[in-house]
């Protein structure tokens, strides 16, 4: 016997997706305030019993395919962007039947490389602009001044998310591009464009299509205030690609980064510089953030960081000064804050120098974030530097892992940062001795193994 469930509703948080049955001011889950939204859970159609005869359930067992048996891998070919570092971090170019999630601030430039790609895949390809945010003649003056004319771009204007699919499985486009979640909205759904539930609800919508009809789906999100993309995270998990948008906004340079990608490598990223024109490539990304280096100056080091299968060079700046607070300010940016303390207080037991009245600031120049261990060393050369107020030679680099003994552990591909480091000139390499044996000979760069940070850094300054 089946009958209908009660009609309830529930409040969900807009920041991360918690579910609550009553409101609260503050979410219990994120600790967000005022983020719980109302919402009307739909009726269910409750059974008295199970029966698997009666559930309507059907027997799939022809469909199932054994791994080792030939599947057709033609679903899976990828479609070049025509920029090289999009496609590098989609994992060699856009999968046919995939949705792509590209998230990052207000401005940041999400709309306009999406709009630029435009331009390279339209050449074979039609392409669908829907866009609930501008209007069809707002896209056409920005398409103007980036330079965007090719004849297989459509605009629709539009945000009501069943006709848009409707749309699409009648034309058939080659690539879609949703501009934004957050603008779009299910009629059917009691809640506003934005909430909870319309931003998974109409993600959904889009997943289901893409598949259905082997479509290349955009879709570009926006981002709260802590720098995870608005709405729910089970969002993240119906798509197969989230890409974000990284950078300052007083800066030019962006880096593109993949947070999840089903076809692809996670730790891949794209350098952009926004120019009037759009943005542009970075090609050699080590050099960029390189320019300007200052020669002669205290508490200066390069470090080595790999992003995915590329090693990135990157300028570590530490300005240690007296303090005039009671408790000293600790500052950092690119970096990890609490291993700047912990880098610290290493130096301060197995070292001997004292930093419990001085300010420590550490800058990571270019707004790059570094996050693996082997721009511990130099941090820590940095650090050293600006204490003693002696300078570190302009080409020397170092990378490794301080452990809490004051040791250097060894990090990975050392071969692949030796060799970035040899071809940008540098002279002087110090590195883990632990890493010695998976270093090939015949290098022209002087590589100097060292076992601890004494060590380190009396060749440093050597």
Not at 234 to 248: K, N, P, Q
Not at 430 to 445: D, Y
Request: aromatic share 6%; proline share 4%.
């Amino acid at each position: 016997m089946f009958e209908l469930a009660k009609s309830s509703t529930a409040y969900v948080c807009r920041e991360c997706g918690a579910e609550t049955p009553k409101w609260n001011g503050k979410c219990p889950n994120c600790g967000a305030w005022n983020s719980l939204e109302e919402v009307t859970l739909q009726p269910a159609v409750k059974s008295s019993g199970f029966s698997s005869k009666s559930s309507g359930g059907v027997d799939l067992a022809d469909k199932i395919v054994n791994l080792s048996d030939p599947i057709d891998k033609e679903n899976e070919t990828r479609y070049h962007t025509g920029i090289s570092e999009l496609d590098r971090v989609l994992g060699g170019g856009l999968v046919k039947g995939s949705v792509v999630l590209i998230g990052g601030e207000p401005g940041i430039g999400k709309s306009t490389l999406l709009l630029q790609i435009c331009e390279y895949l339209g050449r074979d390809k039609e392409i669908l602009y829907v866009s609930g945010e501008e209007s069809v003649r707002q896209i056409k003056l920005r398409a103007s001044r980036l330079g965007v004319t090719t004849e297989n771009l459509y605009l629709l204007a539009e945000s009501d998310a069943r006709s848009i699919c409707e749309t699409i499985s009648k034309n058939k486009p080659d690539i879609v591009i949703i501009d934004s979640i957050q603008t779009m909205s299910i009629n059917d759904l009691n809640s506003s464009a934005g909430s909870v539930t319309q931003v998974r609800e109409c993600t959904s919508l889009f997943m289901r299509t893409a598949k259905s009809e082997e479509i290349p789906f955009f879709i570009v999100g926006h981002v709260n205030k802590d720098g995870a993309i608005a709405g729910p995270k089970v969002m993240e998990h119906i798509v197969d690609a989230v890409l974000y948008f990284e950078g300052e906004r007083t800066l030019s340079y962006r880096i593109l980064r993949a947070a999840k990608n089903r076809f692809g490598s996670t730790n891949e990223i794209g350098m952009f510089d926004m120019q009037n024109s759009g943005l542009v490539e970075v090609k050699n990304p080590s050099q960029m953030l390189l320019e300007g280096r200052p020669t002669g100056v205290s508490g200066c080091c390069v470090a080595c960081v790999m992003e995915g299968s590329r090693p990135i060079l990157a300028e570590v700046q530490a300005l240690v000064t007296k303090s005039g607070l009671q408790v000293p300010r600790r500052s950092a940016s690119g970096f990890d804050y609490n291993r700047v303390w912990l880098i610290t207080a290493v130096l301060e037991k197995r070292i001997g120098f004292y930093f419990g009245n001085l300010d420590i600031y550490v800058n990571i120049v270019g707004g790059l974030r570094i996050n693996e261990p082997a721009a511990d060393l130099p941090v820590a050369l940095a650090l050293y530097s600006s204490l003693k107020d002696k300078p570190i030679g302009d080409d020397v680099i170092a990378f490794g892992e301080i452990g809490l003994g004051g040791e250097l552990r060894s990090v990975s591909h050392l071969e692949q940062r030796i060799k970035e480091a040899e071809r940008l000139g540098f002279e002087k390499c110090i590195v883990p001795r632990s890493g010695m044996s998976g270093i090939q000979g015949g290098h022209k760069i002087q590589i100097v193994p060292v076992s601890n940070l004494r060590q380190a850094f009396s060749v440093a300054l050597d």
